[in-house]
């Protein structure tokens, strides 16, 4: 499965990006779909997730700003950040697969990603 992420970009602490998380066949609509980030020096972590019914989950420093929601018509997942600040600055990548994998960050590949840079 090649997992392909966009929508990042630089942008002013307090504004808003929305990234968008796409993939052939149907892995984002029957698996869960999580979005991580790496920072600079940092480990990979995750931010938020979607499970195959809608349950969501998010990372305390996010809940909030972030939204993660299944698009349907353009078979994506995407992840709407708002009232950015500088310490969300990182790569965001993301990823599909059982609960455990998603925890785990145990999958067979990675995305680019996509940079997010908040900077005044």
């Known amino acids: 499965v090649r997992i392909v992420e966009s929508g990042g970009g630089f942008v002013q602490p307090g504004e808003s990006l929305t990234l968008s998380c796409a993939a052939s066949g149907t892995i984002l609509t029957i698996a869960t779909v999580a979005w991580y980030r790496q920072a600079p020096g940092k480990q990979r972590e995750l931010v938020a997730s979607?499970?195959?019914?809608?349950?969501?989950n998010y990372a305390d420093d996010v809940k909030g700003r972030f939204t993660i929601r299944r698009d349907h018509a353009r078979n994506t997942v995407n992840l709407r950040m708002n009232i950015l600040k500088p310490e969300d600055t990182a790569v965001y990548y993301c990823?599909?697969?059982?609960?455990?994998?998603?925890?785990?960050?145990?999958?067979?590949?990675w995305g680019q990603g996509t940079q997010v840079t908040v900077s005044s």
């Open positions: 990823n599909a697969g059982s609960t455990e994998a998603i925890k785990r960050m145990d999958f067979e590949s």
């Open positions: 979607i499970s195959r019914l809608g349950s969501t």
